[in-house]
């Protein structure tokens, strides 16, 4: 009879993950992107541009703890997935061990989670530094949390389905990136063509960065806020199944 058993996976991919943490290279890795975006677009392009009534600055920020989170969260769980199923081999103990799917997929989205949300505490830093009106409410809080279970559960569909290493780096090409330039990170939606702007709220980032840049959740707000949560439910069932299917 398999049992619950999500903490062994959360804590082995933990012990990777301090490994990582002790070396300065992959904290300065985690950062560089989002501070470039930073320098260019909130230092340089933005510092005498207004928008949705504030400083472009205010605006921005949010948007790159939005994009550093999906990056993180996903990239993360993609690639090591993909890695040890394929190459090392290590998930078939996983597999062969008497636990859930479910467990294995909470332990793996958790860890996915703490990476997504570490990079986004590094960006929330430099927010506090360079911006005087920045700040976090409970709704920002609770998206960002959100946001990193989301693409932490899709990380896993993507380790799940890819069949080599590259495939992981198309995937992303193809979703991630065209999420990141164009889902309201570096300008509002409203700015784009109506016919792209349609497509473009497909994407659950497009409902993060509306919901983070809330004060208090209005109609739009909790519209975006109800999407992200059945991206996130579906997200999650689909990588269970994948990972029960595997098993089988």
Known sequence: ?????????????????????????????????????????????????????????????????????????????????????????TFQIYIQAPIKASSIMIGEVLA???KGL????????????????????PIFIIV?????????SLGIIAGMITKSHEDTATYSNFFIMPMAFFSGTFFPVDKLPI????????????HTNIVMRKTELDVEGLLSFLVLVAYSSAFFIYGSRLIKKYSE
Do not use: H
């Open 112 to 114: 996915g989670m703490s």
């Open 1 to 89: 009879m398999k049992k619950s058993g999500w903490y062994p996976i959360f804590l082995r991919e933990m012990l990777l993950f301090r490994r990582k943490l002790l070396k300065l290279g992959y904290i300065f890795s985690a950062m560089v992107i989002p501070i470039i975006y930073l320098l260019a677009f909130g230092f340089g392009l933005g510092r005498d541009i207004t928008i949705q009534g504030g400083d472009y600055l205010s605006f921005l920020i949010p948007g790159l703890v939005a994009m550093s989170s999906m990056n993180n969260s996903y990239t993360w769980v993609s690639s090591t997935l993909n890695l040890n199923r394929i190459y090392f081999k």
């Open 118 to 137: 570490f990079a986004s505490f590094l960006i929330i830093i430099v927010g506090y530094l360079s911006s005087p009106t920045f700040y976090l409410s």
């Open 195 to 206: 016919f792209i702007k349609s497509f473009i709220y497909i994407f659950p980032l497009t």
């Open 144 to 152: 960002l949390l959100l946001n990193c279970f989301l693409f932490a």
